[in-house]
């Protein structure tokens, strides 16, 4: 099935912010659907998330993590700190430019950021706010805060006290409640060693941060039900959708609102069932994160092609034939090859969440 329904928003395509970030998540959960939010490292793979939007007409979540913003802006910039905030800036800056001309909108977003990340963030705001001085709109639709290894009173306090300003300018916050098992760019802990009752959300926790954080903006709840960052072997930890179903009901219930209030988000999804990730949306997940199974797309398609053609990995002229290899060595000959694997890979990923061919963007 594609096409959005009559009642969908129409938006001009590119970055949305403020009302339209709002109304693209509503029609997501009004269309019982969810985009991908792929995290990406460099202008490859941003162009492969764009190239694979518009070809799949879905809209689309880019996302840098500190690491990925931190390589985006070159991993010899001595000054790591500074490098992850100018990184994260340079590649907003790139999809401000180029997406609209890819036909789609798309939420500019960043991924976990801890307690040592806050600084992070609040450098990321701090551009917005002089962007948003000049032309009327911030560079990110959405920053994440994962203060969620922290006592929840500090996670929300933090969280409460970031809110406002990005609020000012339309921006969204994600949370994090419970801990997503397994280990993201230096963030999270071992699935081995966290209790397991931490690895599923409190209902009562999201009801907490649902009373701290409605009033004061936008924000969207990335909740543990079971979900582990990375690939594993099968069996490890259970997910349980049902865990989301049960926080939505007890705000609706306590709060008088109407049905799937809290915008969802589901990190870890690499790998998961099927049949668990419909449920999960039909719970108001809106966001499911993607980025070890597009890592493996790009370096599988690379490495097939180096196993393939050794030679001009080796020299610049075979050694025999002395046939030239500058074709075959061409960065741009093997990155287009890990460029198209990863579009593959991002419109299953648009297959799987049901947004193919939904995209709310004005032809
Ligand atoms: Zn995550």
New binding site residues.
Partial sequence: MTGQSATAPRLTPGVVTGENYRALVAACKAGGYALPAVNVTGTNTVNAVLEAAAEARSDVIIQLSNGGARFFAGEGLPDAALAKVLGAVSAARHVHLLAQHYGVCVVMHT??ANKPLIPWVEGLIAHSEAEFQRVGRPLFSSHMLDLSADPIDFNLGECARILPRLAAMGMSLEIELGV?GGE?DGVGSDIDDVDDSRLYTQPDDVAQAYRTLSPLGDFSV?ASFGNV?GVYAPGNVKLRPEILEASQSLVQKQFDTGPNPLNLVF??GSGSEKSKITRAIGYGVFKM?IDTDTQFAFASAVGEFVMANTLAFQHQIDPQTKAPYKKLYDPRKWLRLGERNVVERVKQAFTDLGSTGKTVATA
């Fill in positions: 991924d976990h997503t993201e990335a960052h990190h870890g994160n």
